[in-house]
């Protein structure tokens, strides 16, 4: 299974960011995607999350301007950002929960994260 994470950068505060999750291995559209993300000197934590079903969740600081559209033709999900904030600044990482092709179980897999810097 690989999970390709791709679009951050640098930022202005009060712009927007486009992430891209790239899939492969994996059952796609039965597996539940989301975004996290680690800031310098913090843990890791949940930015958004969207079910196999289109069901979406949104930590509080992001409710609004963050969105999470999946493709499941593509087997890609996106993360869109908009009205950034300095401290939306962190590596994000993409996540999968579920099932590898020629496996029955559930694992969670990783990418390996994208930086976005947003300046003040």
């Known amino acids: 299974v690989q999970l390709q994470a791709s679009g951050g950068g640098l930022v202005q505060a009060g712009g927007s960011l486009r ?63 908009n009205s950034l904030k300095p401290e939306d600044t962190a590596i994000y990482y993409c996540n999968a929960h579920g099932t590898r092709w020629g496996r029955s179980n559930e694992s969670d897999y990783w990418g390996q994260g994208t930086l976005v810097t947003v300046s003040s």
Do not use: H
């Not at 291995?25 to 934590?45: C, L, N, T, V």
């Not at 069901?55 to 969105?67: L, P, Q």
């Open 19 to 81: 992430l891209s999750c790239v899939t492969s291995g994996i059952r796609f559209s039965g597996a539940d995607m989301a975004w996290y993300r680690q800031a310098p000197g913090k843990q890791r934590e949940l930015v958004a999350k969207i079910t196999s079903g289109g069901m979406e969740t949104y930590a509080d600081f992001v409710k609004g301007r963050f969105f999470i559209p999946r493709d499941n033709i593509k087997r890609t999900m996106n993360l869109q950002m």
